[in-house]
């Protein structure tokens, strides 16, 4: 069975990848070597992280899709951690006429219920309202997609001796066994959360998602810890490796300072016993489930 089924018309019907169908015929030298050729580049393709959508399963989630156009495997599992239970079926249907494509079809796909409006001055209280359940349903998930982000940083950021994730698990690790309350252990672990799309900035981006579920100071240190950073590199490249003098007098650059010197710059040993993103999960989970803007939990101290 090929990799690439293609109909009569040259176009996709399926796609099959498994280690059951890894069987060739036999075939000349030269057609083997191209044979081969394309399906390496194939395989990169499937694990690259550019096609690749990664997300956990909460206990009464169900995921449908048809198995010959959509690749699908799952990530591995210590039972250390706990227990998982999957339930499989297989469902025979008849394939449409026609690919779903198309603006309605894609409203369907997202749930039926549409606003009525094209331009947002147009909108009734009706449609806002059931905007703001889908809001809510979207947020409701927030811990989820976090986590998901975070697996994703296992392939980023060439060069260091540990991936762009184990970087962050072992600073969250660091954190915890330091003491470090929980809004500063979710730090640690997602301080560099923003890193791949805003290398620039991703300070910002990472403070700016936690800023609605923790104290000012932990924003703060989120926020400056790239610049705090360059205090270790900085002079190696020509720049001011003591750019974050600017902030000397601020009440959190002694903490911001620490957060650097103990649990940053120091994480990126392979050897360092690091705990696992599971661990850290019902933490994850704890404070992304907080009302965001609470008082209790975003007010500076007084």
């Known amino acids: 069975m090929p990799p690439i089924e293609l109909d009569a018309a040259g176009r996709i019907r399926a796609v099959h990848c498994s280690s059951r ?35 956990r399963l909460d206990p009464g989630d169900l995921v449908m899709f048809d198995n010959r156009r959509l690749l699908h ?21 008849r394939r449409a006429a026609q690919p779903v ?14 606003v009525s409006f094209l331009e947002m001055k ?3 209280r009706e449609d ?3 905007l703001d359940q889908s809001g809510a349903r979207l947020r409701s998930r927030t811990a989820r997609r976090l986590l998901a982000a975070l697996g994703k940083l296992d392939h980023s950021l060439a060069g260091y001796k540990v991936s762009r994730l184990e970087h962050s698990l072992q600073t969250a690790s660091r954190a915890e066994r330091a003491g470090a309350d929980e809004e500063l252990v979710a730090a640690a672990l997602l301080h560099d959360l923003g890193d791949e799309l ?3 900035n991703h300070a910002e981006i990472a403070a700016g ?5 923790v104290r000012a100071e932990v924003t703060w240190i989120v926020e400056q810890h790239g610049l705090f950073q360059a205090y270790y590199y900085a002079h190696h490249l020509g720049g001011d490796r003591n750019m974050r003098d600017r902030h000397r007098a601020h009440p959190w650059y002694e903490a911001c300072a620490g957060f650097c010197e103990n649990w940053d710059q120091a994480s990126f040993d392979p050897a360092y016993p690091t705990l696992p993103l599971g661990h850290f ?7 992304f489930s907080r009302a965001a803007h609470d008082p209790r939990y975003v007010a500076p101290p007084a």
């Open 21 to 55: 169908l890894d069987y060739v015929d036999f075939k000349p030298v030269a057609e083997l070597d191209r044979f081969y050729r394309a399906l390496t580049h194939f395989d990169r393709m499937c694990r690259s992280p550019e096609f690749e959508i990664r997300f």
């Open 73 to 93: 495997g799952r990530t591995g599992f210590d039972p250390a951690e706990g227990l998982r239970h999957l339930q499989g079926c297989l469902y025979r249907w």
């Open 198 to 200: 805003a290398p620039y």
């Open 209 to 213: 998602i936690l800023r609605p579920y």
């Open 281 to 287: 999960e019902p933490l994850v989970q704890r404070i």
């Open 128 to 130: 806002y309202l059931l």
């Open 101 to 114: 494509s198309g603006p309605a079809s894609r409203r369907r796909m997202m749930g039926g219920a549409t």
């Open 122 to 124: 147009h909108g009734t």
